[in-house]
């Protein structure tokens, strides 16, 4: 039994390996059950709200688990992340950009710009990824782009770059809208790819900060949409989202114990649910997948097994007797066995 086990610790063990070599150079994989004849099962997966969600371990570059992440569905401003990226690589953050009219007055979620304002690049997208605020996305595009439209088409393109199937824009900010939609899978990759820049990082966990006041003395601030910053240890970022057609949307990622995963949900239903779903998927993937060191070629050997019913000795032989005899025509002794010599002098006086 416990060579069978051993065996299959190992074949499941060199499977992983491979998988974990190729996923460097693929999109992500995904961990299929274990083979059940061998007892290993995977742990059964968290019930959330989400439609649509992924789980993803990126030391080990590994889906741990997901339900529909290539659905396409409204994204909200987890659209911003795009946004972001964008300027990230194609902006100057120390530029100044100059607010329009028409990303003055987009509306909802905004930070209070001030059409004719100047504010530097770096101000405006970390007014889009801390506070979510829409005038701050339509003012990074127009600047970007020379215009929105423009923008959004680079927005697609950068998308169908980055392999983003399930991915469509219409806008850079994510109000509803037609043709305007993402899936669970596509939005994990942009979240890894925006993470790669520390500024987006840094704005990705800041809770709070100072913004200029509008010309008219008007304060103004940023405060994180991202509760998870305070309620769950170890959050990294990075987005949230919400508008009636989605419903709630988060892309968020934690570290703990070394490890580090990144959990997407899209369409969770009920007050802070996307929160709740996001974290029951984090805890999920902490406290039932752990990090195993692979033992080497050659190197295993086993300790001595300890048995728990004492095993009968085995009987020992009987004795066999030798002698030396020597024989009456002086011959050299010789070794014979004593209970043959002794039945063949027997055996000569009965028949004398």
């Known amino acids: 039994m416990r060579s069978r086990r051993l065996a299959a610790v190992v074949a499941v063990a060199a499977i992983l390996s491979t998988w974990v070599g190729a996923a460097a150079e693929a999109a992500p994989l995904r961990v299929p059950n274990p083979p059940r004849e061998a007892g290993l099962v995977t742990p059964p997966v968290p019930t959330v709200s989400a439609a649509s969600w992924i789980l993803y371990d990126a030391d080990a570059e590994l889906v741990l688990a997901a339900n529909e992440p290539e659905a396409e569905r409204p994204m909200a401003s987890t659209t911003k992340i795009m946004t972001a990226?964008?300027?990230l690589k194609y902006g100057d953050l120390d530029e100044l950009v100059e607010v329009s009219q028409r990303a003055a007055d987009v509306g909802e979620a905004e930070v209070g710009l001030v059409p004719g304002e100047k504010l530097p690049l770096r101000m405006l997208v970390q007014a889009l990824v801390i506070r979510s605020a829409n005038d701050a996305a339509m003012a990074v595009a127009e600047h970007i782009g020379g215009t929105v439209e423009a923008f959004v088409e680079m927005m697609n393109a950068e998308a169908e770059a980055m392999g983003l199937e399930h991915t469509h824009f219409a806008n850079p900010h994510g109000l509803d809208g037609e043709n305007h939609y993402s899936s669970a899978s596509d939005l994990l990759q942009m979240g890894l790819a925006a993470m790669s820049y520390p500024e987006f990082?840094?704005?990705a966990t800041t809770k709070e900060l100072d913004f200029p006041d509008a010309p008219d003395g008007t304060e103004r601030y940023l405060q994180t949409t991202n509760i998870m910053l305070d309620t769950y240890p170890g959050t990294i970022?990075?987005?949230?989202?919400?508008?009636?057609r989605a419903g709630l949307v988060f892309v968020t990622g934690a570290a703990r114990d070394g490890r580090t995963l990144f959990a997407?949900?899209?369409g969770s239903e009920g007050e802070r649910a996307?929160?709740?779903d996001a974290s029951r998927l984090l805890d999920w993937g902490f406290e039932r997948f752990k990090p195993?060191?692979?033992v080497a070629g050659g190197s295993y050997e086993p300790p001595e097994p300890v048995r728990l019913v004492e095993e009968e000795p085995e009987p020992e032989p009987e004795p066999v007797v030798v002698t030396n005899i020597r024989r009456v025509d002086s011959q050299p002794p010789q070794l014979l066995e004593a209970f043959g010599?002794?039945?063949n002098v027997v055996e000569r006086r009965g028949s004398g």
């Not at 970022?237 to 009636?244: A, L, M, R, S, V």
Request: proline letters at 0%; zero cysteines.
């Open 264 to 266: 997407v949900v899209m």
């Open 85 to 87: 990226l964008l300027a």
């Open 201 to 203: 990082r840094e704005w």
């Open 341 to 343: 010599w002794i039945a």
């Open 237 to 244: 970022g990075i987005k949230t989202g919400f508008t009636g």
């Open 292 to 294: 195993v060191a692979l």
């Open 274 to 276: 996307h929160f709740a």
